[in-house]
């Protein structure tokens, strides 16, 4: 069966503190996505990944970054979190033409 | 470029009243679309795809959409509601050129009114 899992469900830290997202697939999959979702914007693409070390910048990727060095994980790194980074992020692995999701981490910055 | 709008944020029915979520697409090449369901704090799960085969999908739990491609549209229905269908429902495209990009509509809420 298929699964991605992420590193927190929930998640609260403090303006300007580095966070670290984790995202894990065990499907063998070469592309990665990261987006945060908010309400009434829907999903927003912040950085995808299509292979080990390889990544490419989605929509919305001001403030954030990712590392991908095994295939199976992609870390979302916020390098200075702020406030309207405040979010729920999805992780999601692709196979073909679907997209398999995370649970998501719902995201505090105070 | 793909984009995707979802008439009506929040949707109620009565549960057996029929279900109608509204979504339109625009893409430059035939596309690949999406229904992906969302239950409150869990991600996101597909229901159904239509990848440029039948114009009539059939999904889980029930749920079905069309593609009309004059129409540039993707509704999902679902003859008749039940209380688990509460959730969020989005609807996204992919153009079929293998593009790595889905686009996601706004979303829709769906309420089940007992």
């Known amino acids: 069966d298929v699964k991605v899992t992420q590193s927190s469900r929930y998640l609260v830290k403090r303006t300007g503190e580095k966070v670290f997202l984790e995202c894990v697939q065990d499907?063998?999959?070469?592309?990665m996505f990261w987006y945060r979702q908010d309400p009434g914007l829907g999903l927003r693409l912040i950085y995808f990944s299509y292979d080990v070390k390889m990544k490419e910048k989605g929509d919305i990727p001001e403030g954030y970054s990712v590392s991908r060095e095994k295939k199976e994980r992609f870390s979302l790194i916020l390098e200075s979190a702020s406030t309207n980074q405040t979010s729920m992020y999805l992780c999601?692995?692709?196979?073909?033409?679907?997209?398999?999701f995370g649970p998501g981490t719902r995201l505090t910055v105070l | 470029a793909q984009s995707v709008t979802q008439l009506g944020s929040h949707v109620s029915v009565s549960e057996g009243a029929l279900v109608l979520l509204r979504c339109n697409y625009s893409s430059s090449v035939p596309p690949y679309l999406f229904w992906y369901v969302q239950y409150p704090n869990q991600g996101l799960q597909l229901l159904l795809k239509y990848t440029s085969a039948a114009t009539l999908v059939k999904g889980i739990n029930g749920f079905e959409a069309e593609f009309k491609k004059s129409e540039t549209s993707f509704h999902l229905t679902k003859p008749s509601a039940h209380m688990s269908d509460a959730a969020e429902y989005f609807c996204a495209v992919n153009e079929n050129n293998y593009g790595q990009n889905f686009v996601f509509g706004p979303g829709t809420r769906l309420s089940v009114l007992p």
């Open positions: 999601a692995s692709r196979r073909s033409r679907e997209q398999f």
């Open positions: 499907m063998d999959h070469e592309n």
